[in-house]
Structure formats: structure tokens, C-alpha cells
């Protein structure tokens, strides 16, 4: 069965901190693996990688991949108040998406 | 249009009743997916269409839930005799084309509360 699991479920941080997110996979078939976060309801597009140990960058957001030992992490540095939400990672199969039931984080001032 | 847009975004029924759930995609976007997300879940996929063709329909939980895209554009998603359990967000989201290299754009997702 194809599964996606993240950890931690939540994770509750100070201002300034740095957090690093988890993300396995197990699918058929994998082509890619896509971080998105879901403040609201419409997640929205951080990253898409599909080769192994390629970092990507975003301001101080960060993510890499592991093909071997199918996993990612997503990096968030000086973390601020703006980045509470519920971080999702998706695993793309070709025609289908396979998600993570996220990890929400919450930042305090 | 500029992104996904759905419809209503807010649906109360009650147990029993019919709804039908609007998605319209980006122009030109041929790949459609239906999503469901209960609280504290990620989405649960439910079905996706290429263009007008439904290609995958596995994830729909019963014979209540149907979902059709007649002309490849916009897509409704029906659920008949809603229950108590179909409460949840119903996310759609869009891509160009299906395949690698692709990425899921979302729209702000329908709450449906069953009461």
C-alpha cells in the first residue's frame, strides 16, 4: 500500500528557532516529492524535488531528498510567527499524489 | 482564471440531502484532482480526471460520491444522502499535465458540515 508518513504531528517552537520537518515515503512508482503549507485551507507550493541530495532553497526555507532511504526533510531557519501552519508533504506517482497527514507547527513570539 | 476557484465555500446539510460541490480549474490545466481533508488529516485523494476522462476514481468512499467533468474544464463533485462521516474540507486542485516534473495547484476547498 502506498503511504507517505510525516513527523513529528505537531511541533510547537519559540521565534528564532529552527525546525526540521520529516517526511517517508513509500509508493510505486515515485517521480517526485512536493512540500506544500496549509495555513488556511489551499495548500500552498514550497518545493518540488526529484533527484537526491540536491538542497533547494527558498529564503530560509530549505529541503532535500534521500531516493535510497526514501525520505525528505524541509528546514525552516529563524523561524517567525508567519510560519505557523500545517506543513504537507506529497509523494507523486505520475498521475497521483499521495499525502502525509502533515505536521503542524506553531510558532511563538 | 488566475488560480483553482470552488464553490460554495461553505455547505451545511442536512443528514440526507444531496450537494454538489463546483471546482474550476486554471484554464488549460488538463489534470483535475478531488481531495478530502477531515480535521487534523492531509488530504485523502478521491478521484482524478485527465481532461473529461475520469482515470482514477478509487479513492471515492461509497456509491454516494460521484464526480464528472463533462467538457475537460470545470468538475463537479455530488454526494447524495450526506451522513454525519462526510463532513470535512473537499480540496480540488489542478495541474498543466500529469506526469513528473508536475505540481498540484489548490483552490480554497469547500467545508461541508452534515448535521
Known amino acids: 500500500e502506498d503511504k507517505v508518513v510525516q513527523s513529528p504531528l505537531s511541533l510547537v517552537v519559540h521565534e528564532g528557532d529552527t525546525v526540521t520537518l520529516n517526511c517517508s515515503y513509500e509508493?510505486?512508482?515515485?517521480?517526485?516529492l512536493l512540500w506544500y503549507k496549509q495555513e488556511k485551507k489551499a495548500p500552498t507550493f514550497l518545493f518540488m524535488l526529484?533527484?537526491?541530495?540536491i538542497e533547494k532553497k527558498s529564503g530560509r526555507l530549505s529541503s532535500i531528498l534521500d531516493k535510497k532511504e526514501l525520505f525528505s526533510i524541509l528546514n525552516i531557519t529563524a523561524t517567525q510567527t508567519g510560519d505557523s501552519a500545517i506543513y504537507l508533504c506529497?509523494?507523486?506517482?505520475?498521475?497521483?499524489?499521495?499525502f502525509g497527514t502533515g505536521t503542524s507547527l506553531t510558532v511563538i513570539p | 482564471g488566475a488560480g483553482v476557484s470552488q464553490s460554495p465555500r461553505y455547505k451545511v446539510a442536512k443528514r440526507g440531502q444531496d450537494v454538489a460541490l463546483r471546482c474550476d480549474p486554471i484554464?488549460?490545466?488538463?489534470?483535475l484532482f478531488w481531495y478530502q481533508q477531515a480535521l487534523g488529516q492531509g488530504p485523502e485523494f478521491l478521484t482524478y480526471?485527465?481532461?473529461?476522462?475520469?482515470?482514477?476514481k478509487s479513492g471515492l468512499p461509497s456509491d454516494r460520491f460521484f464526480a464528472e467533468r463533462p467538457e475537460g474544464s470545470v468538475s463537479t463533485l455530488k454526494i447524495q444522502r450526506t451522513q454525519q462521516e462526510d463532513s470535512a474540507v473537499y480540496l480540488c486542485?489542478?495541474?498543466?499535465?500529469?506526469?513528473?516534473?508536475?505540481?498540484?495547484?489548490f483552490g480554497s476547498g469547500t467545508q461541508l458540515s452534515v448535521l
Open positions: 486542485a489542478s495541474s498543466s499535465r500529469a506526469g513528473v516534473g508536475e505540481k498540484l495547484f
Open positions: 509508493v510505486t512508482n515515485f517521480r517526485s
Open positions: 526529484t533527484s537526491s541530495g
Open positions: 506529497a509523494a507523486n506517482t505520475g498521475n497521483q499524489f499521495y
Open positions: 484554464s488549460g490545466h488538463v489534470s
Open positions: 480526471f485527465q481532461n473529461e476522462a475520469q482515470l482514477d
